[in-house]
């Protein structure tokens, strides 16, 4: 059982998509919190009590966000794909790090869906 991000509207077997496992996703959640300069276990709805107008980050709507349901508006995936792009293109993946390099795949694979969701004005799904 997992979790799979993908653009609402299209064939779940032929568009772009990315998957975790709930715990991958859990784990990938948390990097991204780190490179925004915060932890997320700090966060409110995350066993903290900071909320989450205290945070400046554009990927806010990705990290707050129920890991099973809902979407996140065409938007928010716009204001969102930049700061993916740029930490994507900042990170090298390091050959001697499987963690780094399949946090950067990762990211890699959402800016693919990102874009998908921003070309065509279509929701990112959570299924």
């Known amino acids: 059982m997992g979790l799979m991000l993908f653009p609402g509207g299209y064939d779940v077997a032929t568009s772009p998509d990315v998957s975790w496992s709930y715990t991958g996703f859990s784990m990938f959640r948390k990097?991204?919190?780190r490179v925004e300069g915060f932890a997320l276990a700090e966060m409110d709805g995350f066993g903290g009590d900071r909320q989450?107008?205290?945070?400046?980050?554009t990927l806010a709507p990705l990290l707050n966000h129920p890991d099973d349901e809902g979407d996140i508006a065409p938007a928010q995936c716009a204001e969102m794909l930049p700061r993916l792009v740029e930490i994507l293109n900042q990170r090298e993946p390091d050959d001697s790090d499987?963690?780094?390099r399949r946090r950067i795949e990762d990211v890699s694979e959402l800016v693919s869906?990102?874009?998908v969701c921003v070309d065509r004005d279509v929701e990112l799904i959570f299924g």
């Open 31 to 33: 990097w991204l919190a």
């Open 52 to 57: 989450w107008s205290s945070v400046s980050t």
């Open 98 to 100: 499987p963690v780094l």
């Open 113 to 115: 869906v990102l874009r």
